[in-house]
Structures are given as C-alpha cells and as structure tokens.
C-alpha cells in the first residue's frame, strides 16, 4: 500500500523551521520519501491542503494499567483492570499520542493486542513492574498496613504486575531481569521518596548505590537502561553515579546535579501540568501529608526548571504521570501547553516528538519497534504522523485541539480523517 500526501507543510519533530509545500510518501508503515513524489504511482492520495505534517506524539511517562485510585484497583479482576486500560489507550492514539513509554504496569499483555489488532492505541515501551525497595515508594503493602508487622502478603495491586519489591544487590538483579522476562524495554526503579504515597517522606534515598547499580548492570547487559522515580537532588546524585539514565520527576535540582545531568547526557521527564493541578490542591489526595509533599514538588519543579535552561539541558521529554480515570486522562495533552509556558513552543513540540524518540533508542534491541524511527518525519521513519489546522511552531494549541488535529495515522494507518 502506497500514501502519498500532498500539499503538506512539514514540522519534522527537530528544526524550527516547516518544510514548506512538499510532499510524502508512505509504503506500508514506514515514509519513504520526502519531497518530489509523483502522486500517480500511489494507491492513496491524502491532500494535506497546506496544513502540518507533524510526528505523532509520544508521552515518556504514563501509567496505563493505573485507571482509578489503588485502592479502587486492589479490589479489580484483572480482566477488569485489562479492559480499563485497553480503553484508556485508544483514548491516548485518538488524541494523537502514537507512542508511549508506560513506566509501571503490566502492559505487555496489552501492547501486544494493539500492535496485533485486537485493540486500538498507542505503541507501547513496557517497563512492567516498577522495583522499589522494601518500604521504598512502590512496597504497596501499606495498604495492608496490619500485615505489615511479620506478614509480607502482597497487596492485590502487586499481584497484578504494577510494582514488585526487591532488596540487596542479588534481590535487584532478579527483579530486572524478571522485569526483562515478561518484555520489559527499560527497567523502572523507585529511587526516593515519592509525593503520592503516604509512608516514605520525599527526602528518604532508596536503593544504595551498589543496589542501584545491580540494577543498571543487569538492564547493559540486555541493551537497555534504568529509569528512576526520583525528586531530590541527593537522590539524583546517587542515581547518577549509578548510572541512572532517566530521571522521572526530578523535582528538587540543585546547579550541582543540573551541571551532572547535562554532562552526563542523562534524560529529565518533569510533568507541569499534573504537578500544578496537585499543587493548586485541585486533585483530591484525601490525605494532608500528601498534599504537604505535593506542594514541595510542584512549586520545586517550576525553579528546576530554570536550571534545566540555565544548563541548556537538551534531552528533556514530554511526560504526564496521568493516574487515574478516563476524565483524568482527558488532560493528557494539557502538558504540552504547560510545557510552552514554561519553556517555549519548540521547545515543548521537540519534547512530545523526537526527544522522546532519541530516550527510547536507549533501549536498543530491547526496544519492541525496530523497523524505524520514532518521534520524526524523515525518509525512513515509521508512518506515524498527525495533519495539524495551524502551524504549530506558532503556538502548540492547534496540536491538542482535537478539532484542529485533522488526521491520526498510526503505523501507516488512519484513524482518524476529517481534512
Ligand atoms: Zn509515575
């Protein structure tokens, strides 16, 4: 199957400049062809009618699996939690989000189903269950908390797939490799504290270096890396003599850790939007501690960054955190408007295309799509693009507004069309 697009102007997910008035060619799932194609030899022809070819968007940190609060999911089948989640991806690609690195559930099972045609959504990186220390951020036992004394019954939630615990270097590296098992392309650790659980205040390290680095070893030697629920500076200076390459939150910066991150090529997924909201008190926690912690980390992320631009540091992506149900998803692209108020529109455009296209590549072989690239328009590339009403260069209203998001196509696939 042949697509030509024609009359496009094209943001390529990098240079801040559109290719003006050019066309593509798309065989099967992957462009071909970038300017000077002869519409006559294709099966399709799409006119973009001067509007923007863009890269699909991707989201570095999502959490599929988690569609209402733990205490609500503890009580789940699987089935149920399954059948959530399958609706909250399709919701993901019907706003443009063709990629997605989940970063804590078991969404193998899932991504498999989408990418066979069984269910619609995004591409999935599965990280599987996030590995957090005993009575580190994700030892969700304490929903238990009675059992806690002598008792080490896993919570319902663990036993689905969404974290596990492990200690000691030994514990670390079977849990990663476990991980890698079940079809994980990066490692996800807990590295500190966390804001949304209530036992583990955010100054608290987790992990020791040497557990740390187990876990980095065993993601090398399968071609992949760590990533790391992470939100002060110590922590983060731990984590990156580890050899942590993507730090999730990263919240609390110092210009020491800034100066580390940006030498050491290492990746920052802040999320504004859901960290304001949370701030602002507009998510209900329930509990007091969690919205002291909260409102630590929201106000922190915002001086943070002003680092991440003080040392120019460029391999920042797109991530939203969203937990929760399919209305809390709704906001998923809300981030990309909070990131160009913090930043600017280049700057927020490159984060949800191909700076998350560049993070995922460090999975190397592990990474499940190996056909083409992700998170660009280029000759070579896979199919994975949106036609925008607007230039987006100009203002990143237009990408998320599902009006002005007139074509979705995944995998060279349509999904949606209202040119
Ligand atoms: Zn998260």
Redesign the pocket.
């Known amino acids: 199957m042949k697509i030509a697009i024609i009359n496009a102007n094209v943001f390529n997910g990098i240079d801040e400049q559109l290719q003006r008035n050019t066309s593509l060619l798309i065989e099967d799932n992957v462009i071909t062809q970038i300017g000077n194609v002869n519409p006559v030899n294709a099966d399709k022809i799409i006119n973009a009618h001067g509007q923007t070819v863009m890269p699909g968007l991707m989201d570095a940190?999502?959490?599929i699996t988690m569609s209402a609060p733990f205490h609500e999911l503890d009580k789940m089948t699987r089935e149920e939690i399954a059948i959530r989640s399958a609706k909250i991806a399709e919701g993901m690609l019907m706003r443009g989000f063709t990629t997605v690195r989940d970063?804590?559930g078991n969404t193998l099972g899932l991504k498999n189903s989408i990418d066979q045609g069984y269910a619609t959504g995004p591409r999935i990186l599965p990280s599987q269950a996030?590995i957090s220390q005993t009575c580190g951020h994700s030892d969700y036992r304490q929903s238990q908390a009675q059992q806690r004394i002598g008792a080490h019954e896993d919570s319902p939630l663990m036993k689905t797939g969404a974290f596990t615990v492990a200690d000691g270097r030994s514990g670390v590296l079977k849990a990663v490799r476990e991980q890698l098992f079940m079809g994980a392309s990066q490692i996800k650790i807990m590295a500190g504290g966390g804001a949304?659980s209530t036992f583990d205040p955010l100054d608290t390290l987790q992990y020791t270096l040497d557990e740390m680095k187990a876990a980095v070893e065993a993601a090398a030697d399968y071609g992949t890396y760590v990533a790391a629920?992470i939100h002060t500076a110590d922590a983060m200076r731990r984590a990156a003599e580890a050899g942590v390459m993507s730090f999730?939150?990263a919240t609390i910066m110092d210009d020491d850790i800034a100066k580390i991150i940006k030498d050491k090529g290492i990746y920052v997924i802040p999320?504004y939007f859901t960290s304001s909201l949370i701030a602002e008190r507009k998510i209900p926690l329930g509990d007091e501690v969690l919205y002291q912690k909260t409102e630590r980390v929201g106000k922190a992320m915002f001086k943070s960054a002003e680092l991440i631009k003080k040392y120019d540091i460029q391999n920042v992506c797109f991530?939203t955190?969203c937990?929760g149900t399919l209305d809390v998803h709704k906001t998923q692209s809300n981030e990309l408007q909070a990131i160009e108020k913090v930043f600017d529109s280049i700057t927020a455009l490159r984060m949800v295309t191909s700076n998350c296209g560049r993070l995922f590549e460090m999975s190397t072989y592990q990474h499940p799509y190996q056909q083409g690239k992700l998170g660009v328009i280029a000759e070579g590339a896979y199919a994975d693009l949106l036609i925008i009403d607007g230039n987006p260069l100009e203002g990143v209203e237009c990408v998320t507004n599902s009006e002005k998001q007139k074509l979705i196509m995944k995998d060279g696939v349509v999904y949606k069309n209202t040119l």
């Open positions: 940190h999502v959490h970063v804590a996030a949304s629920h999730e939150h999320s991530g955190d937990v």
